[in-house]
């Protein structure tokens, strides 16, 4: 079992920046491809960035590319979204997740943070 809890989730102006971060506990954090997704009210969930177990590989949804930036410290059982130039359209309720290094399926889900970006 891995839990997940996140955190950084706010109110910002569009154009401003926010910083979430996802701590992990129950299991061994470096077994765990990491992600981040959203989603805004009456919209499905959809993908935001992903980040292997190493930190040596990320990706990201087009719509946050140049924008936001995943990170990880595997000492610190903890992942980052560092999000820059923010636009309204960025409000929603961000997860993280894990997902095991051998599966693309993500087991493991956060409760949310939720990010306003007011305009």
Not at 55 to 60: E, I, N, P, T
Not at 88 to 111: F, H, I, K, L, M
Request: aromatic content about 12%.
């Amino acid at each position: 079992q891995v839990q997940l809890v996140e955190s950084g989730g706010g109110l910002v102006q569009a154009g401003g920046s926010l910083r979430l971060a996802c701590a992990a506990s129950g299991h061994t954090f470096s077994s765990y491809g990491m992600g981040w997704f959203r989603q805004a009210p009456a919209k499905e969930r959809e993908f935001v960035a992903a980040i292997s177990w190493s930190g040596g590989s990320a990706h990201y949804a087009d719509s946050v590319k140049g924008r936001f930036t995943i990170s990880r410290d595997n000492a610190k059982n903890t992942v980052y979204l560092q999000m820059n130039s923010l636009k309204p359209e960025d409000t929603a309720v961000y997860y993280c997740a894990a997902r095991p290094t051998s599966s693309s399926v993500y087991t493991y889900w956060g409760q949310g943070t939720q990010v306003t970006v007011s305009s």
